[in-house]
């Protein structure tokens, strides 16, 4: 699928946001005379459907950025139950389409972590592979981050999905010794013979667009986004 992106993630709160929203912020400040969108399939509590409605000019309802909608803050098909209400992928599915029809890029951000459950058959790996997305995977900068790499990096290749590389997301603030410690470039693209297309540097104000276009200038945009976009 050439117009779009899927950003998953080795778990919960690893930076998926953060990637999305840089990547955002790049595509609006330089290529503003092209269409972007922002989809989220499936959203559990309040949170990125509302920041992303917030923050970028994307000309989206909430509803147009994730169709399926849960309150209550727990894994999609346990909230789905919660609430008696079903989880309908068709209808997620179809509003995927209609954006990737009208728009000229489509980033999707996943659910959870690569393994993390959609229902109670599908896990985010199993949609991804489905829907033919090409894939990046956010790596915390933090203890374990190594062994949560090759672990995500083994489920991406069992479920043949088509990762364009890895992408390091720094959730505090960290000297370069640091991240090298913790999440070694080098060290993870051997073990998992996957490229890392950058860091994302820790950032004060998760909302300020310069600071995260400028973050996001910083990745490899050329292999991120497969040559949609040329580098500023």
Sequence with gaps: MKNALCIVGTDTEVGKTI????????????HHDR???IFKPVQSGVG?????DRCFETQQT???ITPLFFSTPI?????????????DLARVWNAFCQLQNSRDFVLVEGVGGLGSPVTWELTV??????????VVLVVPVRLGAISQAVANVALARQCGLDLRGIVL??????????????????????????P??????YLEDTEDGEMLARSAAQLDLERLLGGAIAPR
């Excluded at 894994?75 to 989880?87: N, S, T, V, W």
């Excluded at 790996?125 to 090409?134: I, S, Y």
């Design 19 to 30: 990637v999305t929203s840089a990547l955002a912020a790049y595509w609006q400040r330089y």
């Design 35 to 37: 269409s972007l969108a």
């Design 48 to 52: 990125d459907r509302e920041r992303y």
């Design 62 to 64: 909430l509803d147009s």
């Design 75 to 87: 894994a999609p098909p346990l909230a789905a139950d919660r609430e008696g209400k079903a989880i």
């Design 125 to 134: 790996a199993d949609l991804v592979r489905d829907w033919r997305l090409p």
């Design 169 to 194: 997301n720094c959730a505090d603030r960290q000297g370069e010794n640091e991240v090298a410690d913790l999440a070694p470039a080098r060290l993870i693209e051997t073990l998992t013979a996957t």
């Design 196 to 201: 890392v297309l950058g860091c994302l540097p």
